[in-house]
Nanobody, 126 residues
Framework: QVQLVESGGGLVQGGGSLRLSCAAS????????MGWFRQAPGKERELVAA???????SYADSVKGRFAISRDNGKNSVYLQMNSLKPEDTAVYYC????????????????????WGQGTQVTISS
């Protein structure tokens, strides 16, 4: 089992920045690919960014150039730096983990991730 706890959400004005953190416990964090998803009211959950055990990253087109995912295996944590935030970024953001020992394997769909955090609300005002 992997337990994930997100933090860092909140209310910010458009153009502002937030940094989400996700702390993992329970298993060897370095063996897990990590992802950030978000779900806005009335919409499906979507991938925002993912990072493999080897540091390979992928981003949704809507956040490329504005968001950055990173991981610190020493701290069992993954981060999402969000800059130039827009009202359409408003959603509940979820951290997710997928067991992928391969350093290049990068899951990109929600069904590939077996562990999820409880979510943190991000609200961007216009």
């Amino acid at each position: 089992q992997v337990q994930l706890v997100e933090s860092g959400g909140g209310l910010v004005q458009g153009g502002g920045s937030l940094r989400l953190s996700c702390a993992a416990s329970g298993r060897t964090f370095s063996n897990y690919a990590m992802g950030w998803f978000r779900q806005a009211p009335g919409k499906e959950r979507e991938l925002v960014a993912a990072i493999s055990t080897g540091g390979i990253t992928s981003y949704a087109d809507s956040v490329k150039g504005r968001f950055a995912i990173s991981r610190d295996n020493g701290k069992n944590s993954v981060y999402l730096q969000m800059n130039s935030l827009k009202p359409e970024d408003t959603a509940v953001y979820y951290c997710a983990a997928a067991l992928r020992v391969s350093r290049t394997a990068l899951p990109l769909t929600s069904r590939e991730f077996g562990y999820w955090g409880q979510g943190t609300q991000v609200t961007i005002s216009s």
